[in-house]
């Protein structure tokens, strides 16, 4: 059987099936990936749908109702027949609008957030359908052009609050992207590598998790992913109160509905990249040595895949439970907290975990603390090493504060504008912050 | 320019914005209701589930509310309690009820003897008001308000119960689910 870089080993017995009626590199180059595409999208789509349903029942469980009971044992079928109610549902287009963008879009929309799955190792060997060695790149480059579907969808629909809505949104997901894009390099200063894959087994044979060594990087990607995805207390570019729903206002039928899900993929993708990159992705301390290591492949791969989910499932409560908890951001509140606080956040954590490796290489090079065994191309920390990284993450967290708060000493200050025309730069007192001068009467 | 006092925050609340408490708080307030939703069935005390899942659970109505009207029967011979007496129509403030009689000849103990009983009886829930003033009129327990609430009707006639109304009581569908 050929071992190749799509693909690891898959199970025998479908393999020796699938070997009778095609060659060996068809079946390896072909037929394997069309089988996983198939079983992953199609895995995606049902737990999209029923992170729909789970997002309905939680928020009813927040607020102390039921939610949906009546399609189904505890409404568990609601899923499927609002999926066939939007399928039938008349396909609208508003006068004067854009009809090939505003068809187009939610096409868009939908494969940006379908097509980053082909990467995210959902487990080792046969859970990942192809491992690219620009993985994480690949992941923010697709997720960007999600960003292109809101802008068409909402110029083509000839409405201001689609219009709006897109602007706004574009607006939130550009600036996002820099502090998410900023947020993820300390940990790959760990995993040298972009390789999803790659960042799983350096978490597996450090036997740590990133989270503890980023413990910013974590949060800061967190919320950026939550801005990204325009969810609450994100999610001005739907504000009910304002825009009626945004950019996806002049939309029904099966096209909202393709928004709807590309909302919830768009959600699976960034929990599954924090997943892998912070928590471990699928490895789960003492798996490998209970199945693996006695000889049970297949169960070690399906006990990985579970592991996957079940942080995967965690973070997207995380995200029903913030949306359910906090109250929406105003827009100036929702620019500050990117521009002032996460990307600067992000920009010291790099220094941050740029000092601490330095100082662990260090400190191995004079023979002191044996912290790093090698050069290789992950980090092999020791024991002393993790503690020392550990410690540096958690004392960053202070060291971060004290930086943001002593830039953003002044962000709060009233009117900035009018005191910095006001302001007089000479004749000041030394170590005394600059007054405005006394009112006039204007 | 106006003055805004911004009051400047203490040691405590700095340290508090630092960790998030408030944020937290919110946060543990969800989860305890979410946890709550799942663990506490009967849902009153604590931070259970108010809904009620109503055509299939029937709500508990107060022990005082007054519904639907029913003609009562004795449960041996089943003929009806009401005598005819008029008092129900008498004491209804509405004047919603008629009650509409006949005299038979019955035999008493040998003797040829006239005996006003019961015909009809018209009672008008649309014009009701469910003060259960008949009911506390009535000598024989016969009218009864009881505590059904359904009494929606796809006409004004239908609000006209009859006297095998009262006494059946009237069909509604059953939801069971």
Known sequence: ?442 | MPAVNVPKPTLMEKVKRFFMVDLLKGLRLTLKYNVGAITDKDAVAGHGIYTEQYPKVRPDVAPRFHGAPRLNMDPETHDTLCIACNLCALACPEDCIDVIAMDIEITVAGKARRKKVLDEFIFDTSRCMFCALCQEACPTACLELTQDFELATYSRAGFVWNREMLEQGRETVKYTK
């Open chain 1, 1 to 442: 059987m050929l071992h190749t870089f799509a693909l690891f080993a898959p199970p025998n017995f479908i393999d020796n099936l699938l070997l009778k009626f095609f060659s060996a590199d068809t079946v390896n180059y072909v037929v394997w990936p069309f089988i996983q595409i198939g079983a992953v999208v199609t895995a995606v789509a049902v737990y999209a749908l029923y992170a729909t349903y789970a997002e309905r029942k939680i928020s009813a469980f927040m607020q102390a109702r039921l939610g949906p009971m009546r399609v189904g044992p505890w409404g568990l079928l609601q899923p499927f027949a609002d999926a066939l109610k939007l399928l039938t549902k008349e396909d609208l287009t508003p006068d004067k609008a854009d009809i090939y963008t505003f068809k187009f879009a939610p096409y868009i929309s939908v494969a940006a957030a379908f097509i980053v799955f082909a990467v995210i190792p959902f487990g080792p060997d046969w859970g990942v359908i192809t491992d690219v060695n620009i993985g994480l790149l690949f992941v923010l480059s697709i997720s960007s052009v999600g960003v292109l579907a809101l802008i068409l969808a909402g110029w083509s629909s000839n409405s201001k609050y689609a219009l709006m809505g897109a602007l706004r949104s574009s607006a939130q997901m550009v600036s996002y992207e820099v502090s998410m894009g900023l947020s993820i390099i300390g940990a790959l200063m760990f995993a040298r590598t972009l390789s999803l894959s790659g960042i799983v087994s350096a978490q597996q044979s450090d036997a740590v998790w990133f989270m503890f060594y980023q413990p910013l990087g974590l949060l800061t990607f967190l919320v950026s992913g939550i801005a990204e995805n325009n969810r609450a207390p994100f999610d001005l570019p739907e504000a009910e109160s304002e825009l009626v729903a945004g950019f996806h206002t002049e939309y029904s039928g099966m096209r909202w509905s393709l928004f709807f899900m590309a909302e919830y993929a768009a959600m699976v993708v960034v929990s599954a990249i924090a997943t892998t990159l912070y928590l471990g992705g699928w490895y789960f301390p003492f798996v490998y040595r209970f199945t693996e290591a006695q000889g049970h492949h297949a169960l070690y791969v399906i006990i990985s895949l579970i592991v996957f989910l079940a942080k995967l499932t965690f973070l997207l409560y995380l995200y029903f439970w913030l949306r359910w908890t906090l109250p929406r951001f105003r827009y100036d509140q929702l620019m500050d907290i990117g521009w002032k606080w996460l990307i600067p956040t992000a920009l010291v954590n790099i220094v941050l975990t740029a000092i601490a490796i330095f100082t662990v290489q260090a400190v191995d090079g004079w023979n002191g603390l044996k912290t790093i065994e090698a050069m290789s191309p992950s980090l092999n920390l020791t024991g002393t090493g993790k503690a020392i990284m550990i410690g540096f993450g958690i004392i960053g967290i202070f060291i971060t504060a004290g930086v943001l708060s002593t830039i953003n000493r002044r962000a709060r200050d009233f009117n900035l504008k009018r005191q910095r025309r006001n302001i007089r730069l000479v004749n000041l007192r030394k170590g005394k912050p600059a007054v405005a001068p006394p009112a006039t009467n204007e």
